[in-house]
Structures are given as C-alpha cells and as structure tokens.
C-alpha cells in the first residue's frame, strides 16, 4: 500500500500540489480585476455624496470648495434630468482625474447659460449612462454656483469622432452639449463620442 | 481547500472594498475638521475664479455689494535706469464706468526684488502723498477713509512678486489717478543687462493650495499664503476683449543711462524705438504703441565692448548714512575648461494629478533629456511622487548603461494621478548616502508645478537637511508656483529654471546642465577696511553658478578705503578690488538695500528664526525705509469727502463727465485709441470664468477635442469574472478527480 503510493504518486502528487496553487492565483487574480471595476463605480457614487457636500460648500459662497483635502477639483454646477430622475454634481475640469469622480465642465467652453455652447462630459458607464435614456424635449436643469438655475430643453443628438467634434464653444445662442463615449454598452474604448445637444429656454428664479 | 481558495479571494475582494469606503470615511473626516476651524471664506457674491493671466480692475459696488468687472484704462509705465539701477513709476488710471460709487481693486505684478517705495494719488491737479504705517493699521486708515466717503488709495503686498491697489470712492463716471514708485536692479548675465517688467500675473492655483495648505499645517496661522481670493481677480477671456484699442493698455518708455558706451539695446518680446540721445545715454519706447498686458517686457542692453570687465559700484547718501551697491562679473575663463567634478544627481519628479497633460509630458521629457545627459563617472537616483512616493533605486548607483535603461523605462512610463504630497520625496532625496563624500558634487533636480501650499514646510526641510546637497527645482507648465521655486533654489543654493513649453525643454534643460556641470564660485566674501562696513545683504553671499554676476548691497560707515571680493573657484582663489572713494553716486540704492534686508531677514524664517524676532525686523526695516512690505503698506487719504454721506447706495441716472481737471499729462499722451467702456450687464459676468493659456483654448475647424469618457470597468468586471469562473471550475473538476 505504502509503496504503491510511492511508485505511482509521485507526479500526480505534484499536479495535485500545482494545479489548485494556479487555480487559486486565476481566481484571486480574477477578484482583484473585478474589484477594480467595483472600485471604478463605487469611487464615481461615493465621490458624488462627498461632492454633495462640497456643493452645499459653494453655495454657501466658499471659493473652489474641493471635495476632500488633496482633490484637484471642486463643484460648479448641478445638473439634473427631471424626466429621468437623475442628478449629478458637476465638476470644474482641471486636473486630469476629475471625469472619474463626476461629470466635468471643460474649462474652455463657457459656463451653462452664457453664450456659446457649454461642454459637460461624463462616462458613459457611470454618471452619463443615463444619456442612453435621454429624449428629445427631454428639459435639463443647471444649478449654478451663484443659485441661477438655468432650464435647458434638448434639441438633438449626433455622434462626432473625439478629434473632429465640430463643437465651437464661443459665439451663438447658450447652448449645452452633453459628452459621453459612444457606442454604450461597448467593452473598450473608442474614438466616437455621443453628444446630446440642448438649447437654453430660460433661466428660473430661485 | 477549495472553500478556503474562495473564501480567501472573496475576502480579498472585501477587503479591498472597505478599505476604499474607510479611505473615503477617512478623507471625508479629515476634510469636515479642516474647514471646520477655517469656516467658508466668502468673498461677496460673485463668479468663483481661480486662474489669471494678467492684472483686472474690479469695481465692488457699493451698494449691492458684489463685484463687478471694469476697464482698467491705462497703465503707463516709466523707467529711469542708471547704470544697473531702475527707479520705475507705475501710473494706473482708474476708470468707473458705472452709475455707482465704487471702490477699485487692481491686483498687478512687480519683479520679485524690487522696492515699492512711494504712493501718489491725484486730485484735481493735487497730488497726496502716501503714507507707510504697519499694514492693518494702514488698512483701518483706508477703511475708516472710505466709509466717510473719502477718496483714498492702498498699496499692499499679496506676495512678494504682487501688489494690490485699492482706490475707494470712485463716483459714478470718475476717474482717480495712482501712481506707484518701485526702484528695482538690471539683472547682469553673461555680459548683458535686462530689465523686467512684469505684466502677466502668474496663475495661482488657489484651489489646491487651500486644499493642501490646510490638509498640511492644519491651520492658516503660520502659512505664507495670504487670503487667496485676494490675488484671484476674474480673467477676461480673449473674446471679450474690445474688438478695437485695448482694455488694459500699457505703454512704456525708458530713458537708459549705461555709463558705457553701448552696444544693442533691445526688447525681447515687443519691437522698441531706441534714440541714441548721448554717448552711453539712449531713450527706449515702444515702436508701435501701447501693448496689451499679457506678456512681460524685458529690455535688454549690452556694452560695446563686450569683453570690457563688468564691474559697477554705486553709492548714496540717505538720512546721514551711505549705502552701497555692488555687482561684479567674475571673468569668465575663470570657470571655462575646468575638468569635469563626477557627480551624484538625484531627479525628483512629481507625476500628481494636477501635472496631467502637457505637463507631466515636458516633466517626463526634461527627465528623459537629463538621463541621457549623464556621465558613467556619475551616480545617480530617480524618485517619483503624488501622494504616494517610489525610489527607482534603494540609493544612488552608477549612471552605467543598465541602470539608465532601467531609469528611463521608469521615466516612460510615468502617469499623473494622485495629490501632491511633496515632504516625503524632499525627504529621501535630501538623504545623503555618503555625506562627508567632498568628491562628488551632490545634486537634487527636482521636477514639479510647485501646486502645493505647506511651503514653510518644505523650506524648513530643506534648511536643515541641506548639507553638500545642491537644489535646482525646475518650473513645469504654463503656470508654476514660482515663488516656491525660487525661494527653494536659493534655500538650496542651487539655480531656478522654468519650462513653460514642450519645446523649450531641450534649450532650458541645456542651460541647468551648463550651470549644473560648471564649476561653482563658493565661498564669496567681501572684506572691508576696519570700521568701515555696518551691514552687508544678502549675508552669507551666495554661491555663484557660472555667468552670474555678485551682487551685494551694504551700509558703510566709512566709504574710503579698498573693498576685496574673494571666492573660491575649484581649488583657485578668485581676488578683485575695488576703490569705495571711485564709486559712482547714485540715488535708490538705500531703497535696494532695505529691499535685501526685507528678503534676508524673511529667509531666517526657513532657518529656525524666532517668527517675532522676524517680523519685528522686517517691519522695522520696512517703516524705516518707507516699503512696502508683508507687514506695511502705502496709504494715501485726501481730506475732503468726495461722496455726499445720502449717495450711498443709490446709482445715479447720468454717468458724470470725467472731472476737469483729472489730467495727467504722461497718461493723457497716450490718449489716442479709443476707451472702451464695459457694459454693466450680466452676460459680461457671464464672461468670467477660470481661464485657460489662451494658447490651449485656440481651436481650429475640427472643434473641441473631446476627453475620453469610457471605463475599462466592464472589461475589468467581465475578465475578472471570468477568469473567477474558470478558476474555480478548474479547482472543482480537479476535486472531484481527486475523490476518485
């Protein structure tokens, strides 16, 4: 019995030492991928609570509040869909990470209700997955920092290549573009954006 | 065996997760006690700006208390320079466009060692003359001024490269004229003058700053960095820019007084009209008009003859005392053909989130650029930070063909993410491995935007573990925190180099590798006659690198007699005299030299000083040399009240004409393009916003680029999972087999 075992179990012995070894390390490589993509949603719904807070900040008339000591960016906007239920905080963009923590403003295009055509773009897997859903007519609202909300109606959607956008910020009627990654639903990046274009209707009084 | 495997993934997964959520706890903790000392600063309702690029007039109004934005009219700029001594007057016309009473702030730049010295304010055709007093009480002066309706200005130092005036009282259609008086010395480098005159304000990053200042020193109490909505006026965009004439014009005229006989005389940056009045005297404008201010103007001159040594001393009798300037090139082959010293060389970059872009790209560059520069003979070490910190090397190793590679590997592949926690990296590369090593020169290069705001930190640090360590920060991006960078390098005796754009690092990194790979001059010391010196600033003198000139002002007790200039220059003794009784008399040297003793005694602060001992000193030194400093400014009052004690608050119907007699001759030369007034409507609030390098915000047809906007969340989520499954169907086949 003894020296059977000897004879006949020495290389599957080892297999059966290996194989569960490598087995394991797939399966806690695996669990560290997927907890990255956790970590990618839950760092976008947890820093919009944070935002939250740094928004209240804002209005209050604190100067750039950011949302925790070392961040590189802080709220400027609120926007919201009402026919859809979703809000977001908007961010300024200004360091490069802002677009993981919120949609962002882009710095080179005018704020919501000036003239010209303002750019917020967002993720199209987390804050800007709603686009998807997104109608024309649908109204969109912006809160601005100084308490001016500014209602937006939408008029179209197009979708550009990321280099070849064609959106010119300055001059013309206050315009809001919408930006998020086109197609939805796609596994890898890719060079085409979906924009939602919305026209300014009016501003509400607070 | 199987369960456990899982248990353990799962675990880790878990884990991982509430680490995240407590990390975010943690931060959401820190940040709530942080602001809750400071409480939110509000600055009366306005667009929230973070950026500019050049100075802007606001108006508060008086009445609805909020800022509105306003032409500054015109700056006009004089330079009286005398030999290497400048005395600028800096005119700046207020305009008020609007039906209110209104109060100016105009927030400007000055070069960083010059002296402002002297208010004006005119009245009609009054001047009033400013007054220094300690800067609160200069304020309550100016306060209590304005609530009487007094016209009344203020000058007071943000930093010590900006300046705010305030002008109160302004009535509707009005104009109120001030003039600021600055003396300021042409910097010598490698055998020509420059001046400079700066008219684009550095972009401050506030928002950081605040964010890392309170994160770092917990309180505002010791921090160098004053209120910052105070130095972040609104920028006007290009496009609301008057289409015709400009809203800031600034023009500029200089009358040149070499005391030798001159060579070219040139503006960097804008065309200049050069008058040869006199052998050695020229008189400089600008050739077509007056420019925008955006862009510093620098003029620049050189001697005729060239290799004439460059020496100059200056000195002034004030107040019953003589004062003495000195500044003397060393010649040069004094530092030419010197075999080479092996060095140790440790590269400090900073891959935070806010170097993302272009930045991090001239970062990585510039250290891709000096890798390759390096010798065998050297050592060297990379560190890399954000929040985090890493050593490509336990310490520093041979610069030998593998360890580059290895380095420049690491130096592609770096990306910005994360805070700016700059201690840490400043730390490891200030150890010294082998300190008492006087073979080796030991360098530290340090890469960065300077986005941080626990400078007195950082400068503490580098005071005390300095050693033989040299520091060279170098300035990334459009918009580098300067000031940290060149109190850093002269803390560190090393040199400042900036590098605003991608092509220019190959040229500004040559220039740090010449001073870096040239001898130093050490030691430098100026020996006087007995009883003959009171005071010398800068004290110590600092090393120079190479081109560099001495420059050393002083407070003599006896101007007779021989002053000795000795430096050490690898291993050779370099000796000048110079005769006090042949100095040239000059006026503004005792300004110049108030100046340096401001700077000196400021610097003691880094080095351990008491904080009362410090600014004792520098208010004394300011109050008695009439500056402008950290803890003085200049007031001026004019005793009547201008604004009827009803008019408070109402705006009026008609703009006024601009009073008679608002005529300043040197301004109203230059009254030929048309004033362009700003409309008080809202959409031109609309128009502030942070700005951008007008650069950046240039578009061409094809539009805005757009940022990349997906994930790789699913990518991650689906691979993970699957390799999860296959994992364990791995393990569950192999279990079963083993139940066979």
């Known amino acids: 019995m003894v020296t059977r075992s000897k004879q006949n179990g020495a290389r599957p012995g080892l297999r059966r030492a290996l194989v569960p070894l490598a087995a394991i390390a797939l399966v806690l490589s695996g669990a560290t991928l997927v907890g990255q993509g956790v970590w990618i949603s839950a760092k976008a719904e947890i820093a919009q609570v944070l935002l939250a807070r740094a928004w209240t900040r804002a209005q209050e008339g604190e100067t750039a509040p950011t949302p925790w000591p070392w961040a590189d960016t802080w709220p400027v906007a609120r926007l919201s869909v009402p026919s859809l239920g979703q809000h977001a905080i908007v961010l300024a963009e200004a360091g490069g990470e802002a677009l993981a923590f919120g949609p962002s403003h882009l710095a080179a295009t005018p704020p919501p209700g000036a003239a010209g055509t303002s750019v917020i773009a967002a993720h199209r897997d987390t804050h800007f997955a709603f686009l998807r859903d997104v109608e024309i007519g649908d109204e969109v609202v912006l809160e601005r920092v100084d308490g001016e909300r500014v209602l937006f109606r939408i008029t179209h959607t197009e979708v550009v290549h990321a280099d070849r956008s064609g959106i010119q910020p300055e001059g013309g009627p206050a315009r809001l573009a919408l930006v998020t990654c086109w197609p939805f639903g796609a596994v890898t990046p890719g060079p085409e954006r979906y924009v939602v274009w919305a026209k300014m209707v009016e501003t509400l009084e607070v | 065996m199987t369960s456990h495997a899982r248990n353990a993934a799962g675990g880790q997964a878990w884990f991982g997760l509430v680490i995240a959520i407590a990390t975010f706890a943690a931060s959401l903790l820190l940040w709530s006690d942080a602001w809750a000392d400071e409480g939110p600063q509000t600055p009366d309702g306005m667009v929230r700006l973070s950026e500019i690029n050049e100075g ?20 006009d700029i004089e330079l009286d320079i005398s030999g290497p001594v400048v005395r600028a007057i800096v005119t700046q016309r207020f305009e008020n466009p609007s039906e209110a009473w209104v109060e100016g702030t105009y927030v400007f730049p000055m070069p960083e060692d010059s002296g402002v010295d002297r208010l004006r304010m005119q009245i009609g055709d009054r001047f009033i003359e400013g007054e220094i007093h300690e800067r609160q009480q200069a304020r309550q002066i100016y306060e209590r001024a304005r609530e009487a309706g007094q016209r009344a200005s203020l000058v007071e130092q943000e930093r010590p490269n900006m300046f705010t005036t305030s002008v109160a009282n302004i009535g509707p259609g009005e104009t109120i004229i001030v003039q600021i008086e600055y003396q300021d010395i042409a910097r010598l480098d490698d055998g020509q003058f420059e001046v400079r005159v700066p008219l684009a304000i550095t972009p401050r990053y506030i928002p950081q700053d605040v964010g890392y200042l309170l994160a770092s020193t917990g309180s505002m109490q010791n921090s160098t960095v004053p209120d910052a909505d105070r130095i972040t006026p609104p920028l006007m965009l290009p496009e609301g820019e008057p289409e015709e004439g400009l809203r800031l014009p600034v023009t500029i005229r200089a009358h040149l007084d070499a005391g030798f006989e001159l060579g070219q005389i040139a503006g960097r940056f804008h065309a200049t009209l050069v008058r040869h009045t006199a052998p050695g005297e020229a008189s400089i404008e600008l050739a077509n008009g007056p420019i925008p201010a955006d862009r510093d103007f620098v003029l620049t001159w050189q001697p005729a003859d060239r290799t004439r040594p460059s020496a100059a001393l200056f000195t002034e009798e004030w107040n019953g005392q003589t004062y003495m300037l000195a500044q003397i090139l060393p010649p040069a082959e004094l530092s030419a053909d010197i075999p080479r010293r092996p060095r140790e060389t440790i590269f400090v970059i900073d891959n935070s989130g806010s170097m993302a872009g272009t930045s991090m790209q001239q970062a990585r560059e510039a250290l891709i650029f000096a890798l390759e520069r390096l010798h065998p003979t050297d050592n060297f070490n990379v560190i890399r930070f954000d929040n985090t910190m890493e050593q490509v090397f336990p310490q520093a190793v041979p610069a030998n063909w593998e360890n580059v590679g290895t380095a420049l590997e690491f130096a592609r592949g770096l990306d910005a993410e994360g805070g700016t926690e700059m201690l840490p990296a400043l730390v490891a590369a200030l150890r010294d491995g082998n300190a008492d090593d006087t073979s080796r020169v030991r360098q530290i290069v340090f890469l960065t935007d300077g986005a941080i705001g626990n400078e007195a930190q950082l400068f503490e640090a580098i005071h005390r573990g300095m050693g033989r360590s040299r520091l060279f920060p170098v300035g990334i991006g459009s918009a580098p925190n300067t000031y940290f960078m060149s109190r850093a390098a002269r803390l560190g005796r090393g040199t400042f180099t900036h590098i605003g754009q991608v092509s220019d690092v190959a040229e500004e990194m040559e220039n740090l590798f010449t001073a870096l790979e040239r001898p130093v001059m050490t030691n430098l010391d100026a020996i006087f006659p007995q009883d003959a010196i009171s005071e010398i600033w800068p004290a110590p003198l600092p090393d120079l690198y190479y081109g560099e000139p001495v420059v050393m002002t002083a407070r003599l007790n006896n101007p007779q007699g021989v002053m000795i ?47 009362e001992q410090v600014d004792a000193g520098v208010l004394q030194t300011a109050l008695d040399f009439h500056l402008v400093s950290r803890l003085t400014s200049l007031v001026a009052i004019d005793a009547t009240p201008a604004r009827p004690s009803d008019e408070t608050l109402v705006a009026r119907q008609t703009p006024n004409m601009i009073p008679d007699g608002w005529d300043f001759e040197a301004v109203m030369d230059d009254q030929a393009l048309p004033v362009q007034h700003a409309s008080l409507d809202t959409a031109l609030i609309d128009q502030l916003r942070p700005g951008l390098d007008p650069s950046q915000t240039r578009l061409d047809e094809n539009g805005l680029p757009l940022p990349a906007t997906a994930t790789p969340r699913e990518l991650l989520t689906w691979l993970g999972a699957l390799m999860m499954l296959l994992g364990l169907i791995w393990l569950l086949t192999h279990q079963e087999r083993r139940l066979w």
């Open chain 2, 56 to 75: 802007a007039l606001l108006l508060k109004t008086m009445d609805h208390g909020v800022y509105v934005p306003a032409p500054m009219i015109a700056t």
């Open chain 2, 565 to 611: 200039l000795e430096g050490q220059t690898a291993g050779e003794t370099w000796r000048e005299q110079l005769s006090l009784s042949d100095a040239t008399q000059s006026s503004g040297i005792a300004t110049l030299f108030g100046r340096n003793r401001i700077r000196g005694i400021e610097e003691t602060r880094f080095q351990g000083a008491n904080m």
